[in-house]
């Protein structure tokens, strides 16, 4: 970072410390929207029996921010190249803490729903911006270090949301989750305004592609809710058909237009360097099989051993703890060896975890399922951040924006298709045997088979991280 980046961020900043700070603004970040999505996700119920609303209304209070985080991360990454990323993530924080409590606030369902909407704007801001402002603050040789600790933030955040929520919703109600988010946020916007460098934008007299902006947020907002509900509406539903149909044809009227455009809002000359394309294949793949563990497993430990929700969620948290530690290693060694091998090995280990998943039975140990997942997480860890840094550090500066919505964007989506994925094959065992979750034996058989096909999955991200070339 150059001195005159440094001169505005703030007194004292000019130190070799100040990108530690740096990185805790961003990290603070990291943890909240994270602690804020796993605790939500544990409180669904609690939050049903008081609105009194069925299972499919409630459930959009998770769907709507899936939805609107992915429709609009590419926008904001693109404005936040154009207008400054500080100045988007400071105000995606703010956003996001005034939406918190209005959404503690709720006195009904759907104003619950619709601050859900307004709090993705604000989370979508943030995920966007925070990572380019890492890799710009952090030389190359630290940048996977510093990317491998604020990935140990989230998984911190996921770790903590289930237990930490629920011991602060049998003390003080549901909202509370909401209104927690109020003094944290105001950390995290001090942090920011004080240590985070103003950068005032490479690009400000492009101007904004709105119709390439628009086009993507249908066609995708549209093949997610495809994805998200095809479980519940049925995959061969002339609405889930329909829904896949529009998005298809939606998001190749995207590409078309941002091939002519002048100041496309997607720079797809990007995916043309093979580091960079891979590596967004490579996490959506990851993701793919992340998320079928966390959809598959309580199926497997509830339903089909029978265990208690409190055990099941003690069981789960092996795999965040084990990633929340092997990220910042395999960051900083990715810094040192190059970053295809620690993301080649670590989609191989994910896959090695996803076959031991899929051997669990009715007899299996309270050990053997805490080691199977832990080596899920072991993998996981070990990927994330040497394959996130050789995306953002394949883009050129002014595009780091847009190359962190791009990574984002195949996140969300590929939580969106594990999900799908998984109970795809998991229901459609379940049908073929004529069975439902009461017969142990079907669902032992269905997360098997689902297992399996993550497994395979995970190795393929093994070839593509493999092949990618050197991200160094």
């Not at 510093?146 to 049998?170: E, F, H, I, K, V």
């Amino acid at each position: 970072m150059q001195t005159s980046e440094l001169s505005n961020a703030g007194p004292g900043i000019g130190s070799l410390s100040h990108k530690w700070w740096v990185l805790l603004a961003v990290g603070v970040g990291s943890f909240m929207t994270a602690l804020d999505g796993s605790v939500v996700n544990t409180i669904l119920p609690i939050i049903s029996r008081t609105f009194g609303t069925d299972v499919a209304t409630i459930e959009w209070v998770i769907t709507v921010y899936l939805l609107v985080v992915s429709g609009l991360l590419l926008s904001l990454g693109r404005l936040g190249d154009m207008y400054g990323h500080k100045l988007m993530f400071v105000t995606g924080f703010f956003i996001f803490m005034c939406s918190s409590a209005v959404a503690g606030a709720a006195a009904s369902a759907p104003a619950l729903i619709a601050a859900r909407g307004l709090q993705a704007v604000g989370g979508a801001m943030t995920l966007a911006n925070g990572p380019p402002i890492i890799t710009k603050t952090f030389p190359p040789t630290q940048r996977g270090q510093a990317l491998g600790l604020a990935a140990t933030l989230t998984y911190l955040g996921l770790t903590a949301g289930p237990s930490l929520g629920g011991w602060l919703t049998g003390l003080f109600g549901w909202r509370i989750i909401f209104y927690i988010n109020v003094p944290v946020g105001l950390l995290a916007i001090a942090l920011g305004l004080y240590f985070i460098p103003r950068d005032a934008g490479a690009e400000k007299r492009e101007p904004f592609d709105l119709l390439g902006a628009c086009v993507f947020i249908a066609g995708l907002v549209t093949l997610l809710l495809a994805l998200n509900q095809g479980h519940a509406w049925g995959w061969g539903s002339t609405t889930i058909l329909g829904l896949l149909t529009v998005a298809v044809t939606v998001l190749v009227g995207f590409v078309l237009i941002e091939r002519r455009v002048t100041s496309p809002m997607l720079d797809l000359s990007l995916f043309r360097k093979r580091v960079f394309s891979a590596a967004a294949l490579a996490a959506v793949l990851n993701y793919i099989c992340l998320y079928s563990v966390l959809f598959l497993m309580p199926f497997y430990l509830i339903h089909g051993r029978g265990f208690s929700p409190a055990q099941a969620g003690l069981l789960l948290t092996a795999q965040p703890l084990i990633m929340a530690v092997a990220a910042p290693l395999s960051g900083t060694l990715s810094d040192r060896i190059g970053s295809r091998l620690p993301a080649t090995v670590g989609m191989a280990i994910m896959s090695a975890g996803l076959f031991l998943l899929s051997r669990l039975g009715p007899d299996s140990s309270f050990q053997t399922i805490a080691l199977s997942l832990a080596v899920v997480g072991l993998g996981t860890g070990i990927f994330v951040s040497p394959n996130n840094s050789a995306l953002l550090g394949s883009a050129p500066r002014h595009r780091q924006g847009i190359a962190a919505a791009i990574l984002a964007t195949a996140r969300n989506v590929g939580m969106v298709l594990g999900v799908g994925l998984a109970g795809a094959v998991f229901t459609t065992v379940l049908a073929a045997q004529g069975e439902a979750l009461n017969s142990a034996a079907s669902v032992f058989d269905a997360t098997s088979l689902a297992f399996l096909v993550a497994s395979g999955l995970a190795l393929a991200g093994a070839a593509v991280s493999a092949l990618r070339g050197d991200g160094r």
